[in-house]
């Protein structure tokens, strides 16, 4: 099981699934428009699951919908079939507007029809308001519109401030496809959901996007974040707020992962330090930069040594009463999860790392306790 066929692969869910997928070590088979239909032949012959996110949702016409829905559905599961039989297993998204009267909802459902009554292993997915870095603004996404205008000055419009909007998490579809991937499920009769799904109003999203845009630029930097809606909705509003011209990074290891969300030649750069339970990240020091640390889910202690005086101070936080903590300079540190549970903390620094002016030195924490004995 490690050749995926990804129908859409140039879209904002496909792009994200197949970059973890190649992250995860999967051959990823890309077809989008541009592509052949002797790739399609090609790519059914030869791979192990497709995932269909192939779609139109502003045409020109009417019929682009139900020719980009439902007839490119049945085509690709007709194919499947004469190819593979009903070896193949699919997923297949599609969205809660086939719930309602319209040619989009219509045109949707009419794909989810035809591939559950197909005979082959199937899952349908019906997504609500994907949200996420790399959303298109100003297409069909309210999240992506806010985010980009507000993080550039522009004005948003809101109709009715107290409408409420269903959101998944661009991540959490991502994962939740792989899980099925990766397990020996036989497909599903039933539509699915990803979970969890997000309920926010108009109002309040636009009111969060502009506190967090005038806490990067305060003297406090990290906005202070509540739930996990919250903290994803921070992590997808730094990707339009970032300067151009930057390479962001992400690490994964059996510790956790890091990933930068934003760098500021002014503002300086928030990252998102993910760490399995158990495990300490850190055992450096600064000498002028500045750090603070706020750990948003799970709980996280936080030691700090001064590497003169030997002084050590201590913090445990937690993500059900967050507490950004400022991290002294010339003070050796580092982060422990000392939870049941992936702990995630915003790290701020004063200054884009940069190799030749680093100002990052090793020593361990606790090294003098032993120097004692």
């Known amino acids: 099981m490690n050749k995926i066929l990804v129908t859409g692969a140039k879209g904002f869910i496909g792009k994200h699934l197949c970059l973890k997928l190649e992250r995860l070590g999967f051959t990823v088979f890309k077809y989008d428009l541009d592509s052949k ?39 690709l599961i007709d194919l499947i079939k004469a190819k593979r039989g009903a070896e193949l297993r699919v997923i297949m998204s599609s969205s809660t507007q086939a719930e309602l009267d319209n ?60 409408y409420v909007v269903h959101y998944n998490y661009v991540d959490d579809i991502v994962d939740e496809f792989i899980r099925v991937i990766k397990s020996d499920i036989r497909g599903s ?10 309920d926010c109003s108009l109002g309040k999203l636009a009111d969060l996007l502009y506190y967090f845009k005038e806490e990067i630029e305060s003297d406090r930097h990290l906005p202070l974040i509540h739930d996990e809606f919250e903290l994803k909705l921070f992590k997808t509003f730094c990707d339009y707020l970032s300067e151009e011209g930057y390479t962001y990074n ?20 928030i990252s998102d330090n993910v760490a399995y339970p158990g495990i300490t990240k850190g055992g450096h020091y600064h000498t002028y930069k500045k750090e603070i640390f706020y750990t948003v889910i799970g709980e996280s202690e936080i030691k700090q040594r001064n590497i003169k005086t030997n002084e050590m101070i201590v913090n445990k936080v937690s993500g059900d009463k967050p507490e950004p903590i400022e991290i002294k300079v010339g003070y050796t540190h580092q982060i422990t999860n000392i939870g049941k549970i992936n702990t995630h ?5 004063s200054e884009i790392y940069n190799p030749e ?16 004995k």
């Open 37 to 75: 239909k002797e790739d399609l032949d090609k790519y059914i012959s030869e791979c192990d699951f497709v995932v269909h996110l192939a779609g139109i949702n502003r045409p020109l016409t009417v019929e682009e919908f139900y020719e980009g829905n439902t007839n490119f559905t049945k085509c």
């Open 345 to 349: 903390t915003i790290m701020w620094i």
């Open 357 to 372: 002016t680093h100002d990052t030195y090793k020593e361990e924490v606790e090294k003098w306790k032993r120097k004692l």
């Open 189 to 198: 009769k039933d539509i699915l959901k990803v979970k969890p799904v997000y």
């Open 103 to 162: 040619d989009y909802g219509k045109s949707k459902k009419m794909g989810e029809d035809y591939l559950l009554n197909s005979g082959l292993p199937v899952f349908v997915y019906r997504l609500a308001n994907v949200f996420g870095k790399w959303c298109r603004p100003n297409y069909n996404s309210a999240a992506a519109t806010f985010c980009y205008n507000i993080a550039h000055d522009l004005d948003i419009t809101i109709r009715d401030r107290e």
């Open 250 to 269: 992400f690490a994964e290891d059996a510790r956790g992962s890091f990933e930068e969300l934003y760098k500021s030649k002014k503002w300086g750069q």
